[in-house]
């Protein structure tokens, strides 16, 4: 019997030391990108920084181990074992010194072979054995090679991200020693393909989320059923506000409401129409469904028919998840009830930890909160950047969406012309913590202080206050962010003598592209054709203008100017390659030929390039000019706080 079960185990990759791993035929290439990646680095990073003696579990992977092999089939966890993998790599090429490099080889063997993809292997074969000159050399066209590229951005990725660390050795170590699997290893005789496949498509499982609901809504006796249609309106985050309300409310609710703007939760107009649509759901059995198909048919089609259902759907993807909408709604409730933020890091995977206060709570509490919840959704919907699908090109981009409402009564939803606002909370996301956002909190707390009467140059004021604040204390994200709610922060960061400073490839990414919104939103002509399909995007690899290398006869430069922030811009792994190691000139040639700007930093830097060589004057002058455009937008955004404290004084 005991062949039949699966063996559990909770691993730390020291544990894991001795073996090889084989990603099977069936699995799919390696194609996390650089928010995943940056999630997971970012997700390590904080746990080793709160607490380096505790645990961190990344989740599962599932196992094929043979008792007469030290090699191990990896069924399941491809994805999340081979980023492990090209992190320990990193941190090797960084010459750090780590016990995480260890987990690249078993002996003389690298840990990781692929039973198909040789090109696969062959490359990272390659990035162990060689320099990086070399691998150039070998793989110089890798961003088009399809089963490579991704691997290749991911080194970039992951190697930026370790520059800025500052115990290298230590985070390294803490992955080793402290990061958790939960390996579960396959029976004997079973088809993995099939375990495989099963895993793949399996249903949706049982989410945190799930459990406090549950919690939450036993509270409410006879109001459960119409606060549960609350919590599935807000739950959502692949579709919109005004969509979820229709779904589970009804179409003819969403006829009497104007959702374009915040619309408050009535509990007597919305408490019907919750029954209503509880008694159809309840009115079916699974066994009416199977006798007679026609009654499903016209549960779904007719109504949708009768609710004149013609929105234009557009597809979406939130900047966060639901759980985490949660943990900000979650903060923002507990500055209006006067009590502190949460104890512990925030995180997702915390979340019945972080809500077991509200769960213990009474009654009219959790409705304060779930009301609350409601109004979040809303301004979240109305006012914040979304990822959202070109159904003919089947990209994403980040957009703002504009609702509007006809007389026939159906939403329309189009995208905003890229504006101040879009550019900045870009900045914001991608410079961020990918699983957090702490900026969320207090701008959504501030939309909904002004959500009956929303006037966009304050809104915007007050989010570039927020990015200030938070880029100017040295106290942690978490509790500024909740201090931002009620009270002014004092900046404590000298921002000018760190720009000023010469910090090569470790200069903080943020400042270039807080630099890029700057540029953006003060940049004179704004009818170029390049600059309106210009967009703030994510980029991780900090590139020297004037190369690192000089052209053979050429004067190099001092090391201080070599590595000022004159001479640096942030570009994204594709557009470093393609400039790679060339002569500065080469690369003001290709940046001016290119259909639109890489970045607007290298726009006003080739501008004042000319033949004269004087190289280190262009980078002083230039540096200076970057530094001064960002101290004046500091400058301002403070004189217009200022300036509005003084005449809300005076009403």
């Known amino acids: 019997m005991t062949q039949n079960k699966f063996g559990t185990a909770i691993i730390t990759l020291k ?32 746990s080793f920084t709160s607490n380096a003696n505790e645990n961190y579990y990344i989740g599962t992977i599932i196992t094929k181990e043979e008792s007469t092999s030290n090699q191990i089939e990896l069924v399941d966890g491809q994805q999340r074992f081979t980023t492990l993998w090209l992190i320990a790599y990193c941190f090797k090429k960084l010459n750090v010194s780590t016990r995480l490099t260890e ?23 390659y990035l162990l054995n060689n320099s990086s000159e ?21 080194v970039s990725t992951i190697e930026s991200y370790l520059r800025l660390i500052d115990e290298q050795a230590g985070f390294g170590d803490f992955i080793f020693e402290n990061v958790h699997l939960v390996k579960n290893n396959t029976p004997d005789n079973v088809d993995l393909n099939k375990i495989f496949t099963t895993i793949n498509s399996s249903g949706i499982q049982l989410e945190q989320t799930d459990i406090i609901k549950s919690k939450l809504l036993n509270h409410l006796g006879d109001e459960k059923v119409l606060y549960s249609k609350l919590w599935e309106v807000c739950e959502n985050m692949f579709s919109y506000f005004e969509k979820n309300v229709r779904d589970s409310f009804g ?41 007679n198909t026609s009654i499903a048919l016209t549960t779904t089609e007719e109504t949708d028919q009768k609710d004149n259902l013609k929105s234009d759907e557009i597809y979406c993807r939130s900047l966060i998840s639901f759980p985490q909408l949660l943990i900000h709604t979650y903060r923002i409730h507990l500055a209006k009830e006067s009590k502190a933020d949460f104890e512990g890091t925030f995180h997702a995977n915390r979340i019945i930890e972080i809500f077991d206060p509200l769960i213990n709570s009474n009654k009219e509490e959790i409705k304060r909160f779930l009301e609350l919840l409601w109004d979040v959704r809303q301004v979240f919907d109305l006012y914040i950047i979304k990822w959202v699908v070109d159904l003919s090109t089947k990209q994403e981009s980040l957009e703002l969406v504009n609702f509007n409402k006809n007389s026939n009564d159906y939403y329309s939803k189009t ?11 870009s900045m914001l996301y991608f410079t961020g913590d990918y699983l957090r956002q702490y ?10 202080e002004n959500k009956t009467q929303y006037d966009k140059a304050k809104a915007l004021l007050r989010l570039e206050e927020i990015d200030n604040e938070l880029s100017l204390t040295k106290d942690k994200n978490k509790n500024t962010s909740f201090s931002q709610l009620s009270q002014d922060i004092d900046y404590h960061v000298d921002y000018e003598l760190y720009l000023y ?4 490839v470790r200069f903080q990414h943020y400042w270039f592209q807080k630099l890029e919104y700057i540029l953006w939103k003060n940049w004179k002509d704004r009818e170029d054709e390049k600059f309106k399909r210009y967009r703030i995007s994510s980029k991780n690899s900090v590139e020297h203008l004037n190369p690192q290398t000089p052209k053979p006869g050429a004067m190099k430069l001092k090391e201080e100017l070599l590595n000022a922030f004159g001479n640096l811009v942030l570009l994204s792994v594709t557009q470093n390659s393609e400039y790679s190691n060339k002569y500065i000139h080469v690369k003001q040639a290709e940046f001016n030929s290119k259909n639109n700007y890489d970045t607007l930093k290298s726009k006003l830097f080739f501008d004042e390039l000319d033949d004269n060589g004087d190289f280190e004057n262009l980078i002083s002058i230039h540096g200076k000019q970057m530094i001064e455009n960002i101290k004046k937008h500091y400058n301002d955004v403070r004189n217009k706080k200022s300036k509005n404290l003084i005449n809300s004084d005076m009403l």
């Open 103 to 125: 987990f690249l080889k078993v002996g003389d063997q690298m840990k990781l072979s692929f039973e198909i993809r040789n090109e696969v292997e062959n490359y990272l074969y």
């Open 15 to 46: 544990d894991i030391l001795s073996y090889k791993f084989l990603i099977p035929t069936y699995q799919r290439p390696y194609v996390w990108d650089d928010e995943q990646i940056k999630s997971l680095l970012d997700d390590f990073h904080l």
């Open 439 to 448: 900026w969320l909190t207090p701008y959504l707390h501030f939309l909904l």
């Open 415 to 425: 995208n905003y012309a890229v504006d101040d606002f879009h550019q900045l909370q």
């Open 501 to 504: 400073q010469s910090h090569g």
């Open 134 to 154: 070399h691998i150039e050399n070998v793989y110089p066209d890798v961003n088009r090679q399809e089963f490579v590229k991704h691997i290749a951005k991911a």
């Open 251 to 291: 179409g003819e609710l969403t006829k009497k409401l104007d959702l374009t703007s915040w619309v408050a939760f009535r509990r007597d107009i919305f408490y019907a129409h919750a029954e209503n649509r509880e008694e159809q759901a309840q009115g079916l059995t699974i066994s009416d469904i199977i006798n």
